[in-house]
């Protein structure tokens, strides 16, 4: 299985804050990776598709990138909306695997 | 808009069979993958399986000798069924279409349970 893991698992940040957000596969993996954003209680919402492609009707401030092992995920200024936990998802292989989450906290 | 939704029994009983139906709508389920995910309380996500509208099946190796997905596409639904359950599996199971998950239903907490 490939192993998929965030860091930090979770920060403290501020509305207006850059946040950067890694995930690293344990073996290459090219662009199929993709990230959510989960608030409590609710289901698992899809940003980013083939490690930086935004999903219809996601806002631009957020942005990824990477290929291969390594992928970030940035929130270019963070809103009150934005707290949530991000996890990143490999679909290269299966199983398909998941990060273990990082938590985006309020400062 | 393509939306998902889970059904089923919210508590069953330990040596038991979970069984969860997702009903698609807004769209076909035909050219697709369609998956189950879940995750237990305070945890994580893991992937249980898909099953493609051919009916071509995927399962996490974790959980496979358990787990069966079935698709009934007169009704735009798929299934999910995982025998001999235990406090383990305990934990809000998804729907989902695509192998990065592009769509998703609200969840629904299943709770093993004497």
């Known amino acids: 299985d490939i192993q998929m893991t965030q860091s930090p698992s979770s920060l403290s940040a501020s509305v207006g804050d850059r946040v950067t957000i890694t995930c690293r596969a344990s073996?290459?993996?090219?662009?199929?990776l993709a990230w959510f954003q989960q608030k409590p209680g609710k289901a698992p919402k899809s940003l980013i598709y083939?490690?930086?492609s935004l999903q219809s009707g996601v806002p631009s401030k957020f942005s990824a990138s990477g290929s291969g092992t390594d992928f970030t995920l940035t929130i270019s200024s963070l809103q009150p909306e934005d707290f949530a936990t991000y996890y990143c998802?490999?679909?290269?292989?299966?199983?398909?695997?998941f990060g273990g989450g990082t938590k985006v906290n309020i400062k | 808009q393509v939306q998902l939704q889970e059904s089923g029994p919210g508590l069953v009983k330990p040596s038991e069979t979970l069984s969860l139906t997702c009903t698609v709508s807004?769209?076909?389920?035909?050219?697709?993958?369609w998956s189950w995910i879940r995750q237990p309380p305070g945890k994580g996500l893991e992937w249980i399986g898909y099953?493609?509208?051919?009916?071509?099946?995927n399962y996490n190796p974790s959980l496979k000798s358990r787990v069966t997905i079935s698709l009934d596409g007169s009704k735009n639904q798929f299934s999910l069924r995982l025998n001999s359950v235990t406090a383990a599996d305990t934990a809000v199971y998804y729907c989902?279409?695509?192998?990065?998950?592009?769509?998703w239903g609200q969840g629904t907490l299943i709770t093993v349970s004497s």
């Open positions: 998802q490999q679909y290269f292989s299966y199983p398909l695997t």
């Open positions: 073996q290459g993996i090219s662009n199929y």
């Open positions: 083939a490690a930086s």
């Open positions: 807004g769209g076909s389920i035909s050219n697709y993958y």
């Open positions: 099953i493609y509208y051919n009916g071509a099946t």
């Open positions: 989902a279409r695509d192998i990065y998950f592009q769509h």
